[in-house]
Nanobody, 126 residues
Framework: QVQLVESGGGLVQAGGSLRLSCAAS????????MGWFRQAPGKKREFVAA????????YYADSVKGRFAISRDNAKNTGYLQMNSLKPEDTAVYYC???????????????????WGQGTQVTVSS
């Protein structure tokens, strides 16, 4: 089991920045790929970004490329999502998720992930 706890959400004006954190406990964090997803009211959950277990590869949704950066610190069992130039359409509940490093290279599909956090609200005002 891997337990994930997100933090860092909040209310920010358009153009501002936030950094989300995802603290992991339980199994060895470095054995897991990590992803961030989001879900806005009335919309389906969507992929935002992912990073593989060794930090050698990152993946982004087109909507956040150049604005968001995913990273992780395996020594601290923590993942991060730096969000810059935020837009009102980034408003959503953000979830971190983890899947075992041997589970395949599909980082974009939520059902590939085995563990999820409870989510943190990000609200961007115009």
């Amino acid at each position: 089991q891997v337990q994930l706890v997100e933090s860092g959400g909040g209310l920010v004006q358009a153009g501002g920045s936030l950094r989300l954190s995802c603290a992991a406990s339980g199994r060895t964090f470095s054995s897991y790929d990590m992803g961030w997803f989001r879900q806005a009211p009335g919309k389906k959950r969507e992929f935002v970004a992912a990073i593989n277990w060794s930090e050698s590869s990152t993946y982004y949704a087109d909507s956040v490329k150049g604005r968001f950066a995913i990273s992780r610190d395996n020594a601290k069992n923590t993942g991060y999502l730096q969000m810059n130039s935020l837009k009102p359409e980034d408003t959503a509940v953000y979830y971190c998720a983890a899947k075992h490093k041997y589970s395949g290279r599909d980082y974009y599909t939520g059902t590939r992930y085995d563990y999820w956090g409870q989510g943190t609200q990000v609200t961007v005002s115009s």
